[in-house]
């Protein structure tokens, strides 16, 4: 994307420069949240969406989340400060993070939030592009992200327990530190499921995943027998369930699939030795 050099709306056909495949954007100087256009190589206007954003064109960031000054000493509401004010509630809650893996920062992109893994233990946490001018969207989505923080396991896809856990701390943290309540989940999706469990996990005990995390520090590799152990009153199947590998609504990633593939032969094949003996 590519700034005009003039910042007025009325500079629309002075701007050049504009390859092919750019697209400039008139933006307000005194209120930099504003956009006043986006631009075509060939000087065209496109016309502003809901958002302040046609469909499939990213804007530019909202300033809150990144700019302040060296004078602002509170706490912020930047994602940087923010980040770190979220980790701290998470740790609180659920256990330490592992130090052995850096996180590099934050990127826009026109996928589903994630966490991307870079060579050397490195990651970045990765929010979609529509969140870019609405805070409390990206606030909602770095919640979730930041639990995928705590314990990075790169080897084998997320289970049931941590997605919920993620799922959880996002709508614990809008509602009692942005005052902002989260839409829960379609009942019957994928998401609602994993935190429906782990609520049920937080209403009998809200500390016992950081109990588990002393005996087992990487949340994706809890086991049924760690859950049960810690959750006694809980359905063995309830406890398997927790323990399986986290299948989104409509995933197509055939590594996750496979995962979850090879845990249900597992499982058949042990309840056919059970019957046996």
Not at 78 to 84: D, Q
Not at 99 to 105: A, D, P, V
Request: proline share 7%.
């Amino acid at each position: 994307m590519q700034r005009p050099t003039r910042q007025n709306t009325d500079s629309v056909k002075s701007i050049t420069g504009l390859k092919h495949d750019e697209i400039g954007v008139a933006i307000d100087p005194t209120n930099p949240s504003k956009i006043g256009g986006y631009l075509l190589p060939d000087g065209k206007r496109l016309q502003n969406g809901a958002n302040g954003a046609p469909q499939g064109i990213p804007s530019i960031i909202h300033p809150q989340l990144i700019i302040t000054s060296k004078e602002n000493k509170a706490s912020r509401s930047t994602m940087a400060s923010r980040l770190g004010e979220m980790l701290i509630v998470a740790e609180n809650l659920f256990g330490q993070r592992d130090h052995r893996y850096t996180f590099l920062g934050i990127e826009f992109t026109n996928d589903a939030p994630h966490i991307l893994f870079e060579p050397n233990k490195n990651m970045i946490m990765q929010l979609h592009m529509g969140a870019m001018l609405e805070p409390m969207e990206t606030y909602a989505e770095m919640a979730h992200e930041c639990i995928h923080l705590l314990s990075p396991c790169p080897q084998r896809p997320v289970t049931i327990l941590e997605e919920g856990i993620a799922e959880v701390f996002a709508y614990i943290y809008m509602r009692d530190t942005m005052k902002h309540e989260l839409k829960p989940k379609p009942p019957g999706t994928a998401y609602h499921e994993a935190a429906e469990l782990v609520a049920m996990l937080m209403s009998i005990n809200p500390y016992g995943i950081k109990q588990m995390r002393e005996e087992e520090p990487t949340i994706s590799l809890i086991t049924k027998s760690l859950i049960w152990k810690h959750y006694p009153m809980l359905d063995e199947g309830v406890a398997a369930r927790l323990a399986r590998t986290f299948v989104s609504d409509n995933c197509d990633d055939p590594d996750i699939l496979a995962w979850y593939e090879k845990e249900s032969s597992e499982t058949a094949r042990e309840q056919v030795a059970e019957a046996e003996e």
